[in-house]
């Protein structure tokens, strides 16, 4: 009787660790690497106005798997910020919220107006050399930390 036992347990431990298998095969993750993304270059460009501002970073992923920035915060500004992008339409730019944005394993973006930034609501009166804190929330690696230096406009001109 012992050695019945034995066999179910053995037998009962196999089927479902093949079951646990076979769902993570079906997710799409089986084989994928993890991504390794480094949040660097941080600008906050100097605000012309008091409505909005923008900040950019360079995402690189050192990793063997994709990842997407998802939404963007910072402690320092209490009006909060956005991932956002600019559409031209007819000649005509505006902002518009952007749901996320993907970092391709191995890869680099660098973030721009047209592809991805962050906007910046009510910025309160940043001034050149001031830092703003972020966070950065990924769909794999969670939360980064990070912080952008404010730039005049020529200083972002000649670092882009």
């Known amino acids: 009787m012992s050695a019945v036992r034995t066999a179910l347990t053995a037998l009962g431990a ?34 012309t106005n008091d409505l909005q501002g923008s900040a950019y970073f360079t995402l690189r992923n050192t990793g ?8 963007v915060s910072s402690p320092d500004l209490p009006d909060g910020v956005m991932l956002s992008r600019v559409l031209v339409r007819d000649g005509a730019g505006s902002m518009r919220p952007l749901d996320s944005l993907p970092v391709p394993a191995g890869g680099e973006v660098r973030m721009d107006p047209w592809k991805g930034n962050i906007m910046l609501n009510r910025p309160p009166g940043l001034k050149p050399g001031q830092p703003v804190r972020f966070v950065l929330r990924f769909a794999v690696s969670g ?18």
């Open 143 to 160: 939360e980064v930390e990070a912080v952008a230096t404010t730039v005049t406009i020529a200083e972002f001109n000649s670092r882009s």
């Open 64 to 71: 063997e798997g994709a990842d997407r920035l998802l939404s």
């Open 14 to 47: 196999a089927a479902v660790t093949l079951l646990l298998l076979t769902l993570y095969t079906a997710t799409g993750a089986a084989g994928e690497g993890r991504p390794e993304i480094a949040v660097v270059d941080g600008m906050v460009l100097e605000p």
